[in-house]
Each structure stands twice: as C-alpha cells, then as structure tokens.
C-alpha cells in the first residue's frame, strides 16, 4: 500500500511538473464542463425510462436491464475517445528494486478505480430510486447501482485489453469484430435470445443482492485483470528494450518527389516519418479504419440518413485526417527541431509541403465516399464542397497551432510513456473545426437553399487554397518571432 501511495504521489507531481500543466488547465476544465452537461442528460434519462418503461406486461428494470449489453457496447466505443490506456514512465522505477508487475498492478488498480467508470451511474442510480424501492427498498438500489459500477470495471478492462492489443497490431480490432458481431447475431437471429434473459436475470440478481451473481462478476473482472497484466508487462518490457527498432521492412525513397525541389524533401520526410513510426502508423490505421466504417455505413445504412448527420459524417471523413496529425503540428518534429531550425527557411518548406501532402491525402475519403454518391445518400456538390473546405479553411485554422505548439509527441513509445490530452487551444481548435463548420452550413441553409449554401463553401475553400501560400508564409513568419520559446518547449517535453 506504501508503494502504491507513493507512485500516486509521483505521477500527481509528474503531471504537475509537466511543461504543459498551465496549457492543459483550460482543456480539463471544458471536460469537467462537457461531463456535467452530459451527467445531467444521463439523469434525465434515466428517470425518463423509469416511466416511459412502466408497462403492464414487465417490471421497468426487467426491460432496461434486458438492454444492457447496448450500454456496454455504447461504453466500450465510448472509451476510444475519452480513455488512453494507462501508462507511467516505468523506465526510472526499472532501476529501482522494485518489481515490474507490481507497477502494472497500480496502472490497473488506478484504471478501475477511473472516475470514468462511474459516469453510467447518473442514469442508473436516478431508475433505480424511481423504480426499485417499493419492491426492495433502499438496499436494492444501493445492490444494483454496485453491481452496475462492477460491470463496467469489467468492461473498463476488457476496453483495456483490446485497446492495448489494437495500439500494437491493428488486425486486433477482428477480435471486438468477432465478439460484439456475436452478440447481435445470438440477440437478433434466434425468435427468443438467450443473452437478453441472461442480462434479465444477471440486473434482479443484483438487485436481489444474489452472492452468486456478484462473485462471477468479480471472476470475471479477476480474469480480465490477469490477462491485462501479463500482456501489458510484456509489451513494457518489449517497447523498453527497444526491440523491434532495428527492424525496418521496407526501404523507399519516393524518387518521384526529387522533381519538386527543398518542398519535395519534405514532403519525402513526411512520408517517412507517416509510414515508418509506430505512433503515426498506428494513428493512420485507426484514421483509415474510422473513415472506411463511416462511409460503409453512410452508404448502406439509414442509421445516417438524417440532413445533420449526413453533413457532420462527411466533414469529419474529410477533416479526421488533418485533425489527427495537424491539431499536433510540429508536435512531432519537436523530436529533431534542433535540426530542423539549422537551415534558413527549412521550416517554410516543411509546412508547404506538410500541407500539399495532407491536401492530396483528401482523395482518400473522397474516393470511399463513391458508394454513398452512387446509393443517392449524398450528391457529388456535397462530397467535392465539404472537402475542398476542410482542405481550405479546416487546414487554414489547424495550421494556427503551429506558432502555439510546444509539446513534443513521442514517435514510437506507447506503453512506457505517460500519455497526456491536448493542450487547451488543441482541443478548442478541435472542437471548432468540427462544430463551426456544420453551423455555417445551417445558417447559410436557413438563408439560401441547400445548393446555394455547398456552392457557398466551396467558394470560401477555394479562397483559402488559393490563398494558401500567404497565409503559410504569415504562420511561418509569427512562428519564426517565437522560437526560442517553443524550442525551450520542445524540449522540455521530449521522453
């Protein structure tokens, strides 16, 4: 307990002593913000199903708690964004008598206890008051809302698995894949499913306080917990000796960028630090992944079809790409900005070509969005003018944060490095890359028709495109006045 006590210590004055503390306190508190705007629609909810669910034929927590392997699937899709794997710098404590598994059991113990974990309480809790007391009284709640937190521990770590098994080979995500197709073949084929009386009868054994249900809870929380250990000391292990380094598959020099001079090196440079770093190659998988399951499902599926989401499924196709890598502009080349900064004007070139590479990177999403062109889901106005704007004015605002960047991202640690979100304008910046542009668009809507308003934004794109050189040169130039101050930055923050 003493050890555990004192590693909890050392990573509050870690994230204290970081250089982008005083940055991150702006992002920390829009999440606090954004946790209770959410929190209160959890509680409205669920004292809303506690009525609507009152029906002759079944008690209101029969139906929800028939439901509830949707909450676990809604919670486990949830964690991508929200939740990183836990990591610490257990590099310095290797050299310390101290065991290696002991520091993954805090990781883990620290995990399960994440406030995350308790979020799905808002809307169980108020159900549960509404609903239970005039069968079990008040343990029945107290019973039922600790069985439901136990669910989601289980779930936080068999979200941890798969999350740390995906960040090291992406064709892990067949086994989520696998097990969540499963469960909607064995709930929607067969005329009476199983699973669904199964979580029926798991939600009253918890409600009833049942040891039988609680204890296989724990089991399988246990199991999770073992699996989770052993995979994570191993790929520490792995990731600290550095063993995969040396391996390098396939060498390319992309000869074909020589023509386009110093912006062709650089543009040479950002290929290879794409494709031939663990973190951005990881980055790209999961980018490519996202964006093919989008459009998959715009195509071929009416979940989508609503005007709102239609427009937001397209803009964020078009603009993931430039929000993964650009939102942390420069953040990468933090770790070599010494030799960066060596050659007048290498940084010039570096962002022109940084944003002729992610500007040719749109075809991607645009071609995946064929299919849903030819099913009549979207027009082609749609697709060209959502994606010359985020060429246009979504890369104009993410290429801001190149002067306001100062964090360095590791290239390849992953389990070894204590991961930290953004800084306050990242996800500001973020955010209203995303938010703004489907507001203007409704805005134009409301005044002018539909075609008027696409034909709108892809005038204003172009503008930005056609302008792209000034307003590089002008990042560049504000860039260049503060320096010395981001390379400080830079390197304070480099593992």
Sequence with gaps: ??????????????????????????????????????????????????????????????????????????????????????????????????????????????????????????????????????????????????????????????????????????????????????????????????????????????????????????????????????????????????????KVKHLSEYKFLDKYGEVGEYMRLELKLLLRNKACKHGLRMVLLVTVGFSLVLSFSDIYDGVFMTNFIAIYNFAIFGLLFLSTVMSYEGNYIDGLMSRKESILSLLRAKYYLYSIGILIPLVLMIPAIVMGKIAILMAVSWAIFSIGFIYFALFQLVVYNTKTVSLNAKIGVRQNSGTGLQNLVSFATLGLPILLYFVLKSIFNETVSLYILLVIGIGFIATSRIWITNVYNRFMKRRYKNMEGFRDSRE
């Design 1 to 246: 307990m003493m050890l555990f006590n004192e590693l909890r210590k050392h990573g509050k004055l870690a994230a204290k002593r970081h250089p982008m503390y005083d940055k991150n306190r702006f992002g920390k508190y829009l999440m606090i913000a954004m946790s209770i705007f959410w929190a209160g629609y959890l509680v409205f909810f669920g004292m809303t199903f506690a009525f609507a669910l009152d029906t002759e034929s079944m008690e209101p927590y029969h139906l929800l708690n028939s439901g509830l392997i949707f909450v676990l699937a809604i919670d486990f899709i949830m964690r991508f964004p929200f939740q990183k794997t836990p990591t610490q710098e257990v590099k310095p404590y290797l050299l310390l008598p101290v065991k290696r598994n002991k520091i993954i059991d805090f990781l883990l113990i620290r995990s399960g206890l994440d406030t995350f974990n308790l979020f799905w309480l808002f809307l169980f809790v108020p159900f549960a008051i509404i609903t239970l007391p005039k069968y079990f009284g008040i343990m029945g709640v107290v019973s039922y809302s600790i069985g439901i937190w136990l669910l989601m521990v289980f779930n936080n770590y068999w979200f941890l698995l798969c999350r740390t098994l995906i960040s090291e080979r992406i064709w892990w995500i067949i086994l989520p894949v696998v097990v969540y197709g499963g469960i909607a073949a064995a709930i929607f084929i067969p005329k009476e499913s199983l699973l669904g009386d199964f979580f029926v009868n798991l939600g009253e054994g918890y409600i009833e306080g049942n040891l039988l249900f609680f204890g296989g809870t724990l089991l399988a929380i246990l199991v999770m917990w073992v699996i989770n250990r052993k995979i994570m000391s191993a790929l520490a292990y792995s990731e600290l000796n550095k063993t995969e380094d040396t």
